[in-house]
T-cell receptor, first 115, second 114 residues
Framework: DQQVKQNSPSLSVQEGRISILNCDYTNSMFDYFLWYKKYPAEGPTFLISISSIKDKNEDGRFTVFLNKSAKHLSLHIVPSQPGDSAVYFC??????????????FGKGTKLSVKP | DADVTQTPRNRITKTGKRIMLECSQT?????MYWYRQDPGLGLRLIYY???????NKGEISDGYSVSRQAQAKFSLSLESAIPNQTALYFC?????????????FGEGSRLTVL
C-alpha cells in the first residue's frame, strides 16, 4: 500500500508561470516531508523540506505547503524556468514508529517547463 | 570529485551471475542506504546501515545482500541476478538518524540483467 502518493506522473507549464506539484500521504505518523529533484543521468538532489509543525516553508522560488488535516503537501515553483524541468519526488519520514526515520518516496512527477 | 561515488555506472550481466555494486563516500556520514528506482515506481529502499556493525533490511531486500566494509564503503550484491532486478540503483548517505536532514545520493548504477 503506497504511503506517499504523487498522482500526476507528468506536468507541463509555460516558462514564467507557476508550477504546482502535489503529494498525498496516508501515514499520520509522518512528521517530516521533503522534495527532491532529479535530472536524467544524475542522482536525486534535495530541494526543500518542511516539518509537520509548520504549514509553509519558502526558499527562493520554491515554496512547500503542508495541510496536515488533508494529509496533503504541494510544491510551488514561481516563476518556472526551463532548468526546472526534471522529475520531482515527494518523500516523508516518521521519527517514531517502525520505519526508523527512513524516507518513503512517491513515484515522482516529471515537470516540463516550456520556453 | 563526487561526495558519493558509485561503481560501476553501467553494467550488463546475464541471469544467474553474481554482481556487486560499490559505493564510497567522503562526507563522513554514518548512515548509508541503497535504493532502487524503476520507471513509475519511484525510489524504494533495499538496505540501510546506521554504522559498520548495523545493517537493516528495507522495503525490498529479497534477492539482495549488503556489506558495510568501513564507514565510507557500502556495497550491494546480487548473488544470482534475475531480469526483474534490471533497474537504476542509488547509494545515499545522511548525517542524521531521523532524516530531518537530507539524503545525499550518488549518480546511480544502471544494471541490466539479460
Amino acid at each position: 500500500d503506497q504511503q506517499v502518493k504523487q498522482n500526476s506522473p507528468s506536468l507541463s507549464v509555460q516558462e514564467g508561470r507557476i508550477s504546482i506539484l502535489n503529494c498525498d500521504y496516508t501515514n499520520s505518523m509522518f512528521d517530516y516531508f521533503l522534495w527532491y529533484k532529479k535530472y536524467p543521468a544524475e542522482g536525486p538532489t534535495f530541494l526543500i523540506s518542511i516539518s509537520s509543525i509548520k504549514d509553509k516553508n519558502e526558499d527562493g522560488r520554491f515554496t512547500v505547503f503542508l495541510n496536515k488535516s488533508a494529509k496533503h503537501l504541494s510544491l510551488h515553483i514561481v516563476p518556472s524556468q526551463p532548468g526546472d524541468s526534471a522529475v520531482y519526488f515527494c518523500a516523508a519520514s516518521a521519527r517514531y514508529g517502525g520505519s526508523q526515520g527512513n524516507l518513503i518516496f512517491g513515484k515522482g512527477t516529471k515537470l516540463s517547463v516550456k520556453p | 570529485d563526487a561526495d558519493v561515488t558509485q561503481t560501476p555506472r553501467n553494467r550488463i550481466t546475464k541471469t544467474g551471475k553474481r554482481i556487486m555494486l560499490e559505493c564510497s563516500q567522503t562526507k563522513g556520514h554514518d548512515r548509508m542506504y541503497w535504493y532502487r528506482q524503476d520507471p513509475g515506481l519511484g525510489l524504494r529502499l533495499i538496505y540501510y546501515s546506521f554504522d559498520v556493525k548495523d545493517i537493516n533490511k528495507g522495503e525490498i531486500s529479497d534477492g539482495y545482500s549488503v556489506s558495510r566494509q568501513a564507514q565510507a564503503k557500502f556495497s550491494l550484491s546480487l548473488e544470482s541476478a534475475i531480469p526483474n532486478q534490471t533497474a537504476l540503483y542509488f547509494c545515499a548517505t545522511s548525517r542524521t538518524r531521523f532524516n530531518t536532514g537530507e539524503l545525499f545520493f550518488g549518480e546511480g548504477s544502471r544494471l541490466t540483467v539479460l
